[in-house]
C-alpha cells in the first residue's frame, strides 16, 4: 500500500513521512512512548480515550539512512522502513518490536459443501476471502512473547495462541475462554519477552482484532475494519513503567470514596421497600459489616430511567433517608434506554434537544430494552452528555451515593443497532460502527460530570461497558458471569488483565450472577471477593438468592470472617488507590507485573498480588481443602500462623474452607482500622499496624475519605520505616488535614503495643 519512502519533513514532535502511496506520521509523545499514524479514514486522532495534551517537549534526532529513517529518544531508536514498516529498539540497540516482512497465511480453505454442513447446523462460519483487515499491523514474533492485559477478556492470564475481538457485547450465555469479545473494549496489550517488555495501545474505536498468535506462531497482529492506523509504542524498563506510561496516556483511576471500598449487596431483584429493609435488618442484626445496597430496575417505574417505583418503594427518597440512618449507602441502577412514551418528561426533553441517535431517514432510531420500544442517547454529542449530566441530579436529591450503569455496551433486545444507525463524534456526523465501542465510555463521563456537579464528593460510577480511558470515570465489573466454578477460576486472570489495561476499580459478581450458587462456592468467592477493589455480592431473579446466612451457619461464619477482614483492610486499600492515582498501578496485580523475569510466574491464574506487599492463593476449585501455592523469591510470612517461608519455590499449604492463603512480604507494615460495620460508624483515629520483621518502607495516606480536598493538599502523609534489628520509625511527610491518628496500635510477634501520637517522629523498638 505506502511503498517506497520518498521524503520526509519535521515539525514539532512529529515526523510526517511521504511514501509512493501514502503517509505516516511518527509523533514523539514523551522518551518512552511513540505515536504512529497515517490517516486513512480522516485526518485527525479524535482519541476518545485520551484527553488533553499529553505531548511533552522531547529532545530526539532524525537520522536518514539508505536503508530507514531513524527517530531517536533517550530512550527508544525507531526505524521507519519502505512500505511503512516500524521497527522499535532500546536506545542501547535491542531489537524490542519489529514489523513482520510477510504476509499472513492464516487457512481459509473451505469447500462449499463443508460450508453447506456447518450452515445446516447453525455454527458461526469463518471469515472467508481477503483475510487482511482494512487497517492492520502485523508484528514479528520472536518466540519468547507472553501477552497480557486487553482489558476484560475471558480465560487465561497470558493471552498467547489465543484470538479476540474488540466490539462490547451483551452474550447472557455462560462466558468460556473461547469468548472473543465481552462488554469491554480496550485495545491494550503488554508484551513481556526475556530481555525486555513494551506495551501497545491501538487506539481505534470500530471493530477491531487481536490475534496473538493463533493463527501463525511467527506472528502477531492487530487490525480493524475502519478508522485510521493510530497505535502507540509504549516502553519502559519493567512491567509497571509500562503500566504507568499507558495510565499516563489514557488517564488514572481517582480516588475513590472510602465506603466504596467496602461491602455491597446487590440483586435482581428486590422487587419492593420490604425486601430492601429485611435484607438491611439481616446484615446489621448479624452484625455483618456492609455499607452499599444496591437498587436493580425494579426500583425504576416501569424501568423508566429517572424515574422512582413509589408502588413499590414509597415514597421518592424516603427509602433511602430510612437506610441512611443505619448507616447504610445506596446505588442506583440507570440503563442508556429511554422509554419512547409520549409525555414521559426524559423522552419529551430528549426529543425536543435533538438528544437521540436517528436512523438513516432523519427519525430517531427505536429498538427495545426493559422498557420496551427505546431510543439510545447519541452520547457522542457534548450537548447530549450535559443533558445527561443533569438528570444525575434527580438520583442525587433522592440521597443516592453513587450510579450503576447497565447495558451501555449498547443492549438491545430486537437485535444490535445497526452500523449506519447516525450518531455524533463530538463536532462531526458519524454513525453506530464508530461510537459503539465508546458508548458506555461517553456515557460514564456523562454521569460522572454530573456526579462532579451536583455532589461536592467524588463520584461513585459503575459501568459494565467500558474503552480505554474509562478508569477516570467509572469502576467495573465482569458483567453478567455465572455460579461455575469456571467463573470463579476466571476471575483471578482477568481482574489482573483488567488492572494492567488501566481499569483499577474492578471486581466480579461475588457468588456469580446467573445460575445456582452452592455453600462451598460462595465461601471460596467470597475469598476472592475479599481481595478485589468492589467486593460486591450480586444475583439474577430466577437463581436462589445469595445472602450468607442463607446456607447455614458454616457459610455464615466464613462470609462474616473474609468481610470483617476487609473492613480491617480498608486502609490498606484506600493505600493502593491513592499510589494508583499517583502511579497507575491497579490493586489487584498478577505476579508477573513485579517478578517478570521469574518464569514461573509468567502463566500463574491461580494467585495474585495485592499491592506489592501482600500475595493471595485463593482455593478455586471444588472440594479441595489445600493449595498448591508459589511464593516468589525473597523472604514471606503466613498471613494466618505468622510462619517465616522462604520464596523461589512451591509448597502445598492446608486450606480448609475458612481460609484462604495469604501470605506477607518481610519488612512490610500493613494499616488497619479497628472493627466497623460501615464506614463513619465510628472516627477512625486510631491506626494499627501489623509489622512483619525484615527492612521495609510504607507510606500511608490520609484524608477525609470523601471529597477533592486532598487535591489541594489537606491530607496527612506517614512514612513507617522497619529495620531488621526491629526498628520502627515512624514519621509524618506531609500535614494537611486536621485529623491526625490518635494513636497507633503496633502488632509484632504476637504483642501489642500503644502509642500516642502527636505529630513528632517516634522510635519504637519492637
Not at 522531547?58 to 527517530?71: M, P, Q, R, T
Amino acid at each position: 500500500m505506502y511503498g517506497k519512502r520518498k521524503s520526509y519533513n519535521t515539525k514539532g514532535g512529529s515526523v510526517r513521512v511521504c511514501f509512493e502511496g501514502g503517509e505516516g506520521v511518527i509523533s514523539v509523545i514523551t522518551d518512552e512512548i511513540i505515536n504512529v499514524f497515517s490517516p486513512v479514514s480522516n485526518r485527525g486522532h479524535r482519541s476518545k480515550a485520551i484527553e488533553g495534551e499529553k505531548a511533552e517537549r522531547v529532545d530526539f534526532k532524525v537520522n536518514d539512512g539508505a536503508e530507514y529513517l531513524e527517530i531517536k529518544t533517550r530512550a527508544l531508536r525507531v526505524r521507519v522502513y519502505d512500505g511503512y514498516k516500524v521497527d522499535f529498539y532500546s536506545a542501547s540497540g535491542e531489537l524490542l518490536c519489529a514489523d513482520y516482512r510477510g504476509s499472513r497465511r492464516g487457512s481459509r480453505q473451505i469447500s462449499e459443501k463443508f460450508l453447506a454442513l456447518l450452515r445446516a447446523e447453525g455454527h458461526e462460519l469463518p471469515r472467508l476471502g481477503d483475510i487482511n483487515y482494512k487497517i492492520q499491523v502485523v508484528k514479528r514474533m520472536e518466540g519468547d512473547e507472553a501477552f497480557y492485559g486487553l482489558g476484560d477478556k475471558t480465560g487465561f492470564l497470558n493471552k498467547r495462541h489465543y484470538d479476540y475481538e474488540m466490539w462490547n457485547s451483551d452474550l447472557p450465555a455462560a462466558h468460556t475462554d473461547a469468548f472473543k469479545a465481552l462488554y469491554k473494549s480496550v485495545p491494550f496489550f503488554i508484551t513481556l519477552r526475556k530481555s525486555c517488555v513494551y506495551g501497545i495501545f491501538f487506539d481505534n474505536t470500530y471493530h477491531s482484532y487481536f490475534d496473538m498468535g493463533k493463527e501463525k506462531d511467527d506472528y502477531y497482529y492487530f487490525g480493524a475494519d475502519n478508522g485510521n492506523l493510530d497505535y502507540y509504542f509504549i516502553g519502559g524498563e519493567a512491567m509497571p513503567d509500562i503500566v504507568r506510561n499507558y495510565t499516563y496516556l489514557t488517564g488514572r483511576a481517582p480516588l475513590p470514596q472510602l465506603f466504596t471500598l467496602g461491602y455491597h449487596q446487590s440483586r435482581w431483584g428486590y422487587e419492593n421497600a420490604g425486601d430492601v429493609r429485611e435484607v438491611a435488618a439481616k446484615y446489621r442484626a448479624l452484625k455483618i459489616p456492609i455499607d452499599t445496597i444496591h437498587f436493580d430496575i425494579d426500583y425504576m417505574d416501569g424501568y423508566k430511567v429517572f424515574t422512582w417505583n413509589e408502588a413499590d418503594f414509597g415514597e421518592p427518597g424516603a427509602l433511602i433517608e430510612e437506610l441512611g440512618k443505619s448507616g447504610f449507602k445506596v446505588v442506583t441502577i440507570i440503563d442508556p434506554g429511554v422509554k419512547a412514551e409520549a409525555g414521559y418528561e426524559i423522552y419529551e426533553e430528549g426529543l425536543a434537544g435533538g438528544y437521540f441517535a436517528v436512523a438513516q431517514t432523519g427519525e430517531v432510531y427505536e429498538n427495545a430494552v426493559w422498557p420496551g420500544d427505546a431510543v439510545f442517547p447519541d452520547f457522542g454529542n457534548p450537548q447530549t452528555r450535559e443533558w445527561w449530566a443533569d438528570k444525575q441530579k434527580f438520583l442525587i436529591e433522592l440521597g443516592a451515593r453513587g450510579v450503576w450503569n447497565d447495558m451501555n455496551e449498547p443492549a438491545s433486545f430486537r437485535g444490535g443497532l445497526l452500523d449506519d444507525v447516525v450518531f455524533t463524534d463530538e463536532d462531526e456526523r458519524s454513525n453506530h460502527e464508530a461510537m459503539h465501542n465508546v458508548y458506555g465510555h461517553l456515557m460514564s463521563k456523562a454521569s460522572y460530570e454530573g456526579w462532579r456537579k451536583y455532589d461536592e464528593r467524588r463520584p461513585f460510577v459503575i459501568t459494565r461497558a467500558c474503552y480505554s480511558g474509562s478508569q477516570k470515570y467509572a469502576a467495573a465489573w465482569t458483567g453478567d458471569n455465572q455460579s461455575l466454578w469456571a467463573h470463579l477460576q476466571m476471575a483471578i486472570p482477568q481482574m489482573c488483565n483488567m488492572g494492567l489495561s488501566g481499569l483499577a476499580f474492578i471486581g466480579t459478581d461475588v457468588g456469580g450472577f446467573g445460575a445456582d450458587v452452592t455453600p462451598e462456592l460462595l465461601c471460596r468467592w467470597v475469598q476472592v471477593g475479599c481481595f478485589s477493589p468492589l467486593f460486591r455480592n450480586h444475583s439474577s431473579r430466577g437463581s436462589i438468592r445469595q445472602e450468607p446466612w442463607l446456607f447455614g451457619e458454616e457459610t455464615l461464619a466464613v462470609n462474616k470472617k473474609y468481610i470483617e477482614l476487609r473492613y480491617r483492610l480498608l486502609p490498606y486499600f484506600y493505600d493502593l488507590f491513592w499510589e494508583c492515582e499517583e502511579k497507575g498501578l491497579p490493586p489487584v496485580r498478577p505476579l508477573a507485573l513485579h517478578y517478570e523475569r521469574d518464569e514461573e510466574v509468567r502463566d500463574m491464574n491461580g494467585e495474585f498480588l495485592l499491592g506489592e506487599r501482600v500475595l493471595v492463593a485463593p482455593v478455586v476449585e471444588q472440594g479441595a481443602d489445600r493449595k498448591l501455592v508459589y511464593l516468589p523469591r525473597g523472604e514471606w510470612y503466613d498471613y494466618w500462623t505468622k510462619e517465616k517461608k522462604t520464596g523461589g519455590c512451591w509448597f502445598v499449604t492446608e486450606a480448609p474452607i475458612d481460609v484462604c492463603p495469604l501470605y506477607v512480604r518481610a519488612g512490610s507494615v500493613l494499616p488497619n482500622f479497628k472493627p466497623m460495620q460501615y464506614v463513619g460508624e465510628h472516627e477512625m483515629d486510631e491506626l494499627i499496624l501489623d509489622v512483619y520483621g525484615g527492612n521495609g518502607r510504607y507510606v500511608h495516606f490520609q484524608d477525609n475519605g470523601e471529597d477533592f480536598a486532598y487535591r489541594d493538599g489537606a491530607y496527612n502523609k506517614y512514612e513507617f520505616v522497619t529495620l531488621a534489628d526491629g526498628t520502627l520509625k515512624i514519621e509524618l511527610l506531609h500535614r494537611g488535614y486536621e485529623k491526625l491518628y490518635r494513636k497507633f496500635i503496633i502488632r509484632y510477634r504476637g504483642r501489642e503495643q500503644e502509642f500516642a501520637f502527636k505529630g513528632d517522629p517516634l522510635t519504637i523498638w519492637l
